[in-house]
């Protein structure tokens, strides 16, 4: 079976554009994360999708963020107006319904703002 | 203020030996552990978690040991292999939440 995917793994932007970023969870994962982790941290929460509940965007750092989940599936992380310390390696998760504790990476994007 | 804290950025251990990973954690409503691991270029792999309510979980070669008083987990692989080679990343969750939060990665070398 087919794990978390991603797209596009690298991406360079100039300051001051928009990206996407896709998120395709494992089939039958009715949980999604998105996390990011900066150079040399650790793991930030994002956002939280499950099913058709309004999302956990409580890590959010600020309003140019934001995420939207189509159909129970996929997933799209959107950074507005990119700033350089948006450069980060984009992470996307999924889980079974309730089962936070064991949660399944995609390989991430690493997005580099110039 | 970093909940979860791995206080050792890297760790140098000989093929065979114990490997032994150190976490804390400062919020006693952190109701699940895991360990991850992570090679470069790749998300990171669920390797283990335990319940608040437990003390120790095993798992082939991998054992995770939790100290609540303390409020300290290690993970423990014996016996190391060079494949064991990655970043290992300590996560919690917070009370039966949707997020985790992680510590900040160790490093782990296996020498042949």
């Known amino acids: 079976g087919a794990g978390v995917s991603q797209s596009p793994s690298n991406k360079v932007t100039e300051k001051g554009k928009d990206v996407e970023l896709r998120c395709d969870p494992i089939?039958?994962?009715?949980?999604l994360y998105w996390y990011r982790q900066s150079l040399g941290q650790g793991l930030e929460f994002l956002i939280y999708?499950?099913?058709?509940?309004?999302?956990?965007k409580s890590g959010l750092p600020s309003d140019r963020f934001s995420a939207e989940r189509t159909g129970g599936s996929v997933s799209t992380l959107t950074i507005q107006r990119t700033q350089q310390e948006d450069s980060a390696v984009y992470l996307c998760?999924?889980?079974?319904?309730?089962?936070?504790?064991?949660?399944?990476f995609g390989p991430g994007t690493r997005l580099t703002v110039t | 203020d970093q909940q979860v804290k791995q206080n050792s950025p890297s760790l140098s251990v000989q093929e065979g030996r114990i490997s032994i990973l150190n976490c804390d954690y400062t919020?006693?409503?952190?109701?699940?552990f895991l360990w991850y691991k992570k090679y470069p270029a790749e998300g990171p792999t669920f390797l283990i978690s335990?319940?608040?309510?437990?003390d120790k979980n095993e798992d082939g070669r991998f054992t995770v040991f939790l100290n609540k008083s303390a409020k300290h987990l290690s993970l423990h692989i014996v016996p190391s292999q060079p494949g064991d080679s990655a970043v290992y990343f300590c996560?919690?969750?917070?009370?039966?939440?949707?997020?985790?939060?992680f510590g900040g990665g160790t490093r782990l070398m296996v020498k042949p």
């Open positions: 998760a999924s889980s079974l319904f309730g089962q936070t504790y064991e949660q399944y």
């Open positions: 089939s039958g994962h009715t949980a």
């Open positions: 999708f499950q099913g058709n509940s309004a999302p956990d």
């Open positions: 919020n006693s409503m952190f109701d699940y």
């Open positions: 335990i319940s608040s309510i437990k």
């Open positions: 996560a919690a969750r917070y009370n039966a939440g949707n997020m985790l939060t």
